[in-house]
């Protein structure tokens, strides 16, 4: 029997100090980051909206939206798939099902944020959360609907940036008592801040190290030092990958011509090599070439 996919996520956690969860918007990116050597991978909702759907983070993609694209990595790839499921998408019932579906297409993980249902990104101003009570409840729902006792739970806490540090660190500890497995210590300003979480709250941390937000862009070994256990870079390589597109665009547009960008462009060689398509070929010469 395979290992299930949580236990994979928790097994490469073991192993990592930090673990480094790349984001990935689609199953190509996917394949890259494991052939780059990425033991875990991440499935942004910013992405999701985003890049499936030309909406911004706000709280406008649904469960459905989300499973699609995930089920299309853990179709791709074996690597444990962390994915962003914002708030769980309701009640308490609501919230059993998302981690049913999740659990269902070989998810490994999701995070569940504090926040109000009309959220918004964690680094943006006039975010609003909900009781710890109202999290707790959350969260009990979802452990309770898991089937793989190895499916991860991780809590996700916006309240820092709305009420403070201590607040956060007391609502990571009542969602550890509730059951959460992790946390995902959101928009923390200061490295000293995961060194704080980590020394109060006896579960992993996860730091998240997204561009142009509001936290400082750390290297893994000073987050590893402040005690944080996953190191996540949730949107760093769609944001690159739009940046290289733009370009092509633009000198398309100004030049009527794309030699100039060549460069910047993946090669058909390595495209396929990531894909492993001479591998498809060669099967299919295998299984049909005889009848010729
Ligand atoms: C991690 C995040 O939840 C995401 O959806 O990728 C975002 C990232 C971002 O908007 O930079 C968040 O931190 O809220
Ligand atoms: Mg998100």
């Known amino acids: 029997m395979t290992q299930s996919a949580g236990l ?10 930090p673990l480094q969860i790349v984001g990935t918007t689609n199953a190509y990116f996917a394949l890259m980051a494991e052939q780059t050597g990425f033991q875990a991978l991440y499935l942004s909702g910013a992405g999701v909206a985003n890049a ?9 993609t649904s469960m459905n939206d989300v499973l699609i694209d995930a089920g299309r990595i853990t179709s791709a790839t074996q690597v444990p798939l962390l994915v962003d499921i914002d708030t769980g998408w309701g009640g308490a019932f609501n919230i059993a099902r998302t981690i049913k579906e999740f659990e269902k297409i070989g998810v490994a993980a999701v995070h569940m944020e504090d926040q109000v249902s009309q959220k918004r990104c964690g680094h943006r101003p006039n975010k609003a959360v909900v009781s710890i009570e ?12 898991r089937t793989d006792p190895n499916f991860v739970i991780m809590a996700r806490t ?8 201590e607040a956060g660190i007391e609502r990571a500890k009542a969602y550890i008592a509730a059951g959460a497995d992790m946390i995902f210590a959101e928009a923390l300003t200061e490295l000293d801040q995961y060194h704080h979480f980590k020394a109060q709250v006896k579960a992993p941390i996860l730091a998240n190290m997204t561009e142009f937000g509001q936290t400082q862009l750390f290297n893994k070994e000073e987050l590893a030092e402040a005690g944080a256990d996953m190191v996540l870079y949730p949107l760093g390589t769609f944001r690159a990958a739009n940046q290289a597109a733009l370009n092509v665009m633009q000198a398309l547009m100004n030049d009527g011509h794309q030699r100039n960008v060549l460069d910047t462009m993946q090669t058909r060689k390595d495209l396929y090599q990531y894909l492993g398509y001479h591998a498809f070929e060669d099967k299919l010469d295998q299984l049909f070439s005889q009848d010729k």
Do not use: N, T
Not at 52 to 60: A, E, H, I
Not at 134 to 145: Q, Y
Not at 158 to 165: F, I, K, Q, S, T
């Open 8 to 17: 994979r996520f928790r097994q490469a956690l073991a192993k990592a100090k």
């Open 52 to 60: 499936s759907y030309g909406l911004p983070d706000l709280g406008m």
């Open 158 to 165: 916006d309240a820092v940036a709305v009420e403070g540090l």
């Open 134 to 145: 109202e999290m707790v409840d959350r969260i009990k729902a979802a452990v309770d609907a």
